[in-house]
């Protein structure tokens, strides 16, 4: 079962559990549907939510939702502005979030206002602060580093200095990543910088090109996002 199916299904639970015995009353505005609406915010733009896309889309037909996917542009600043307008509509019973930067405190304000309001709120693959999200659902991601610093020492066996290449520096799941990575590697490896582009193709890849050029004796290049 993917994470996004997971989210989906747990956040019906908890809809279940905190409507159980109560009727919210109408007000004026609001819409009514048989099927509850929730809403997916990601941390980007990334090719890797058109995967999640479909996940959501098939959790959704099996579990009588109906499910928005809201893409965020990398900034803290947009993700900010995106829960804003989430929390400005009636009709959402639970908000789904891929955490941009857990100390955020606009977004930890909003995620907790959306709590305050009675809205389930889960973290998906990038967590952020226990106390504004009812559950975290997605990767171990320090294992998962870890697993990659194992495979990497593998394939460079002699050891030598590495680069990584990030959407986002400051998302949780990177930095569990890449210290993940450091641990699995040991000292045979050094991460010598870590490079963000901020979810954009073309600063890719112009990261790859500085991390060659700044780098003359580099030996790896660790993917750590999509």
């Not at 967590?127 to 610093?149: F, M, S, W």
């Amino acid at each position: 079962m993917s994470f996004c199916k997971q989210g989906l299904l747990v956040v019906c639970a908890l809809l279940a559990l905190s409507c159980s015995g109560t009727k919210q009353p109408d007000t004026p505005g609001s819409t009514t549907s048989d099927r509850p609406r929730f809403v997916f915010i990601t941390n980007s733009n990334s090719p890797f939510w058109d995967a999640a896309r479909k996940g959501l889309d098939d959790a959704a037909k099996e579990f009588g939702a109906e499910v928005e996917l809201i893409r965020n542009d990398s900034s803290p600043a947009g993700q900010i502005r995106r829960l804003e307008q989430v929390a400005a509509q009636r009709d959402v019973k639970g908000v789904m979030v891929s955490v941009v930067e857990p100390n955020a405190s606009g977004i930890i304000d909003q995620m907790k206002a959306l709590r305050a309001k009675g809205i389930p709120v889960l973290a998906l693959e990038s967590d952020g602060q226990k106390e504004t999200r009812d559950a975290y659902i997605g990767t171990n991601n320090i294992e998962a580093g870890r697993a990659l610093g194992r495979a990497a020492v593998q394939l460079l066996p002699g050891g030598g200095k590495a680069v990584a290449f990030v959407g986002i520096r400051s998302a949780q799941n990177a930095q569990e990543r890449v210290n993940g990575f450091k641990d699995g590697a040991g000292a045979q490896i050094q991460v010598v910088d870590v490079m963000e582009d901020s979810g954009d193709v073309n600063k890719a890849r112009r990261n790859v090109a500085a991390a060659l050029q700044n780098h003359p004796d580099l030996k790896m290049m660790v993917g750590i996002w999509s």
